[in-house]
């Protein structure tokens, strides 16, 4: 069954002479716990579908469905609570708050809402990752690997139904990327965790169990690994 379907996703942008399809007619379907790298040059239209696909964009045609809901039926508002509750995002760059613990951090979705966290998946994620004795630290009192790793529990926090992963390893180190490429993968598998990870690194890539290729705003690879 799929958790994210994309029929006939287009965006255009400008007018006229000046018009840019940055994506024409994207069909596409991924299955629950399914772990897809999406893979271009840069400009292919890889982040646009990310925006679109993480309801900070809508498409010009076609629409995106998310775990039985139509994005082009969402408000503003009702689109950034949809994004909060249902998908998780991991960027290149952490994007923590400065001021708050890692506790914190990972359970500002959940503040948001006014929900207490449950206690047992909570350890479980902060277990997984290897930041069970950093929870009270600054994000500036982190490796960037370890930033990362928080960066991941808080998208995993509300259980969502779809990780999309920007580029996640663009800003570390080869040690660090290994050790945040097995963080995925684990919540993945053990989480059972639905990920959507956007890269211009076939490396990278070659660890997703799908490997789906974009160029020119258009879909021209879809293999299956393993």
């Known amino acids: 069954m799929n958790i994210l379907t994309c029929e006939g996703v287009s965006k255009v942008y400008g007018s006229g002479e000046n018009q840019v399809a ?10 629950r716990g ?3 790298a999406i893979i271009g040059a840069s400009g ?12 900070v964009d809508k498409p010009t045609g076609g629409r995106v469905i998310i775990d039985g809901t139509d994005l082009s039926t969402l408000s503003r508002t009702q689109a950034a609570v949809f994004r909060r509750r249902k998908v998780g995002l991991v960027y290149q760059f952490y994007n923590l708050i400065p001021t708050l613990t890692v506790r914190k951090n990972i359970l500002m979705p959940l503040a948001l809402d006014k929900k207490k966290p449950e206690q047992a998946y909570f350890d479980k994620i902060v277990s997984a990752l ?26 995993l926090i509300y259980r969502p139904a779809l990780l999309l992963a920007d ?12 050790e945040i490429m097995d963080m ?22 070659l660890e997703a169990d799908r490997i789906i290729t974009i160029e020119d705003g258009r879909i021209v690879g879809d293999e299956k690994r393993g």
């Open 22 to 31: 940055a994506l024409q007619g994207i069909d596409l379907g991924v299955e």
């Open 34 to 36: 399914e772990f897809v």
């Open 44 to 55: 292919s239209g890889k982040s646009t579908l990310l925006h679109i696909l993480g309801s």
């Open 130 to 155: 290897g930041i069970s004795e950093r929870l009270e630290a600054l994000p500036h009192q982190l490796s960037g690997g370890q930033q990362q790793r928080v960066a991941i529990a808080r998208s």
């Open 167 to 178: 580029e996640p390893t663009g800003n570390l180190d080869r040690k660090n990327s290994r």
């Open 184 to 205: 995925l993968k684990l919540s993945n598998r053990n989480l059972e965790q639905t990920i959507l990870l956007i890269t211009h690194d076939e490396k990278v890539a």
